[in-house]
């Protein structure tokens, strides 16, 4: 048996792809489910009501995917151009870091001022924490994937410090947390008494511009023929080291701007357990949406829909909750898989 490359994926096929991996991973996460001893009819049921089942829930669910959705972006924009952005968490707490500081600092910034210039701050800093892997890859040939991942952690560890130093809150008796943002810097509710805030309408803009910047505009051009084939683009005069750090800053600026989404929408303030994930979980994302920005917003609902219904799962028929970060990766894998046979089928000899 040998793989053959296909020379043109069905329409069909590309649509069955995500929901063939889906079932898949339902499938095997379902013994998972038999093994602790539930129902596993029970156990998806309780998961659905508990993501769609109420009010609160679905904006519990909602409030999850807006970050999802911007760090999905942020993957989906990296990945065309062939940039491995891995540093998804890192430029989230950068954004959220940056956001902070400019919100809680004396700036005499006027109230009008300050929640475009805290959006403005987490961007910029996202996208400069993927501009130094980015030029280290054009310049010096240094795997991004290596760099940005052993980022995430040099940046945690400097929100640590600061949340424990010089931004700390002399408020919060001692628990490491930074200064809390003043009501002008802070996203609007979106329904009164939930946590439902803007930063949901601040991803499905995102993802429409994106969306718009790589089907209509020159840059969307260039960043899928550097992704195609980076040897050809140049070969056609393309400027792929200006791609690649276009790309560094765009993807890094939408990581950064899920973190303002967390801290200027849901917190208020920075902590270290901020994100349970929103980085990596981003990549999921990104690939059940196989690199789509609009396909970004579906499948950020349905990776916030396991997380918020699996606490529900687990008070119904006491599934651990870790159940949901194995569906999660399950289905990432299984997307993968289904992506090759996508593109490629099977011939014997």
């Known amino acids: 048996m040998r793989l053959e490359r296909r020379t043109e994926t069905p329409a069909w096929l590309s649509l069955l792809v995500p929901v063939a991996a889906l079932a898949a991973a339902f499938a095997i996460s379902a013994v998972l489910i038999l093994i602790s001893g539930a129902s596993v009819p029970a156990a998806y049921g309780a998961m659905a009501d508990g993501a769609f089942g109420s009010r609160f829930a679905i904006t519990e669910t909602l409030t999850r995917a ?3 959705m911007l760090t999905g972006l942020a993957a989906a924009v990296a990945f065309r151009a062939r940039l491995w952005n891995i540093g998804g968490e890192g430029q989230l707490y950068g954004g959220a870091l940056a956001a902070v500081w400019i919100g809680t600092a004396p700036l005499g910034l006027p109230d009008a001022l300050l929640l475009p210039a805290v959006i403005l701050a987490g961007a910029i800093a996202g996208g400069l924490l993927l501009l130094g892997p980015a030029v280290l890859k054009t310049r010096f040939g240094v795997d991004e994937v290596v760099t940005t991942l052993l980022l995430n952690f040099i940046v945690l560890l400097f929100v640590s410090m600061m949340i424990e130093g010089p931004m700390k809150d002399p408020m919060a008796m001692g628990w490491p947390q930074s200064d809390t943002l003043p009501m002008a810097a802070e996203l609007p509710r979106l329904i009164p008494r939930t946590r439902l805030h803007g930063g949901l309408i601040l991803a ?34 393309m400027s792929t080291g200006r791609v690649m750090l276009l790309v560094a800053l765009i993807s890094g600026g939408l990581a950064g701007l899920a973190g303002v989404s967390e801290v200027a929408g849901r917190t208020g303030y920075l902590t270290l357990d901020m994100s349970p994930g929103y980085g990596t979980g981003g990549v999921v994302v990104a690939m059940l949406a196989q690199l789509h920005p609009l396909g970004v917003i579906l499948g950020a609902l349905m990776v916030a829909s396991i997380f918020v219904g699996a606490d529900a799962m687990s008070r119904a028929v006491g599934v651990p909750t870790y159940i949901a970060d194995v569906l999660v990766a399950v289905s990432l894998l299984c997307m993968l898989t289904a992506m090759l046979f996508a593109r490629y089928r099977l011939r014997r000899g």
């Open 204 to 237: 499905l803009v995102a993802a429409v511009l994106i969306y718009i910047m790589m089907t209509r505009t020159v840059l969307g051009f260039e960043m899928r023929a550097v992704g195609a084939s980076p040897r050809a683009a140049r070969f056609s005069g």
């Open 66 to 68: 807006a970050p999802l």
